[in-house]
C-alpha cells in the first residue's frame, strides 16, 4: 500500500536562481546540487502528491506558496481512515469539472441576439493610430511609476512615468496584429489587449506577482 503523505513543506528553500538553471523536459538542473528539480508549478495536487509518493528517494522541486497552501488543504481533508486517498482526490476533481459542465450548460441556454445585418458596414475601413497611451494602476487604482511594457512578439518597450503613465509611437511597417501589452516586473504582473483604433487605452490594471518556493521537498507521511 502506498504511503499516506501527511503534509508537504520546504523547510529550506534554495537560494539559487531558477532563471539561471539549465533548463530541460519538464524541470531545470541545479548545478550547485547537481540535482533535477522539478518544475510543479504546472501540475495538479493529485500529481504532485503522486509524484512525491513514487519517489524512491527525496525529491527537489518549484512550486508557489498558493500551490503548497491548497495541497495541505486537501491533504488535511482527506480522511484518516480512507485507505484509497488518491479515489478522494479525484472525486474532488470529477465533482470540479461537473460544476463546470453545469455552469457551461446554462451559458448554452441562454438567449440568442439577432443583429440587424444592414446597420453593419463589412467593407469599412478602420483607421489605425500612429500613437497609443495609457497608465498602469495597482488594484488600489493608484498609478504605478517604472513599471516596465512591452508588445508581444515586437522589441517595442515602455516604461511608466510618475504618473504611471506610458506612451509609445507606432513604427512604419508595425504589424498591427501584436495586440498583447505586457507587464514587464519581477513585483507585478498584468497584460492588456491593445485596441488600436484609438490612442487612449483602458488601464493595465497589475497584481502582485506570484510567489515561488523552491527546495528540497519533505513529505512525511500518517503513522510516522
Not at 40 to 62: P, W
Not at 108 to 125: G, H, V, Y
Not at 145 to 163: C, F, H, P, Q, Y
Not at 211 to 222: D, E, Q, S
Request: some cysteine; hydrophobic content about 35%.
Amino acid at each position: 500500500m502506498k504511503p499516506k503523505i501527511k503534509q508537504i513543506t520546504i523547510p529550506n528553500p534554495c537560494q539559487q536562481d531558477w532563471d539561471e538553471m539549465k533548463k530541460l523536459d519538464g524541470y531545470n538542473f541545479c548545478t550547485a546540487c547537481s540535482k533535477c528539480v522539478i518544475d510543479f508549478t504546472g501540475y495538479s495536487n493529485a500529481e504532485i502528491i503522486k509524484t512525491l509518493s513514487n519517489a524512491q528517494g527525496s525529491v527537489c522541486g518549484r512550486l508557489s506558496l498558493s500551490q503548497l497552501n491548497q495541497l495541505n488543504y486537501h491533504l488535511s481533508v482527506v480522511p484518516a481512515t480512507n485507505r484509497n486517498w488518491m479515489k478522494y482526490l479525484g472525486v474532488l476533481a470529477i465533482g470540479a469539472s461537473l460544476i463546470m459542465h453545469e455552469a457551461k450548460a446554462d451559458v448554452a441556454k441562454a438567449p440568442i441576439e439577432f443583429r440587424d445585418s444592414t446597420a453593419e458596414k463589412p467593407n469599412e475601413k478602420h483607421t489605425k493610430v500612429k500613437k497609443i497611451v495609457g497608465y498602469v494602476l495597482n488594484a488600489n487604482n493608484k498609478p504605478i511609476a517604472g513599471i516596465r511594457l512591452s508588445i508581444l512578439n515586437t522589441s517595442i518597450v515602455m516604461t511608466t512615468d510618475e504618473k504611471g503613465r506610458y506612451e509609445f509611437k507606432i513604427p512604419d511597417r508595425f504589424d498591427y496584429k501584436n495586440t498583447l501589452l505586457k507587464v514587464e516586473s519581477i513585483q507585478f504582473s498584468g497584460s492588456l489587449s491593445i485596441n488600436y483604433e484609438k490612442e487612449l487605452q483602458l488601464p493595465v490594471k497589475v497584481v502582485p506577482q506570484e510567489t515561488f518556493i523552491l527546495g528540497k521537498i519533505v513529505a512525511p507521511v500518517k503513522g510516522r
